[in-house]
C-alpha cells in the first residue's frame, strides 16, 4: 500500500506542476483539481489532516471558479 500512495502523490505533484504551465484558464483548474484530489485520496490514507484540509478546501475553489467560467462561457 504505500508504494501504491508513493505513486499517488508523485502523480498529484506532476499535476500540480503541469497546471503551472497550462495558459487555458479552465484546464489550468481542471488539472490543479486533479491533482488536488489524488492528494486528497492520499492524505486520507496516510492520516494527515491539514494535507486533507487543504486540498478539500482546494477542490471544492476549483469546482466552483471551473462552473463560473463553464457559466460565463456560455453567455
Do not use: C, H
Not at 39 to 65: C, D, E, M
Request: glycine share 6%.
Amino acid at each position: 500500500m504505500e508504494n501504491i500512495l508513493e505513486v499517488i502523490s508523485w502523480i498529484a505533484t506532476g499535476f500540480i506542476i503541469v497546471s503551472f504551465l497550462i495558459n487555458d484558464i479552465l484546464w489550468l483548474r481542471a488539472v490543479s483539481m486533479l491533482g488536488a484530489m489524488l492528494w486528497f485520496i492520499y492524505a486520507v490514507f496516510t492520516n494527515q489532516p491539514s494535507l486533507l484540509f487543504l486540498n478539500g478546501v482546494l477542490i471544492v475553489i476549483q469546482i466552483w471558479k471551473i462552473l463560473g467560467l463553464m457559466k460565463n462561457k456560455k453567455k
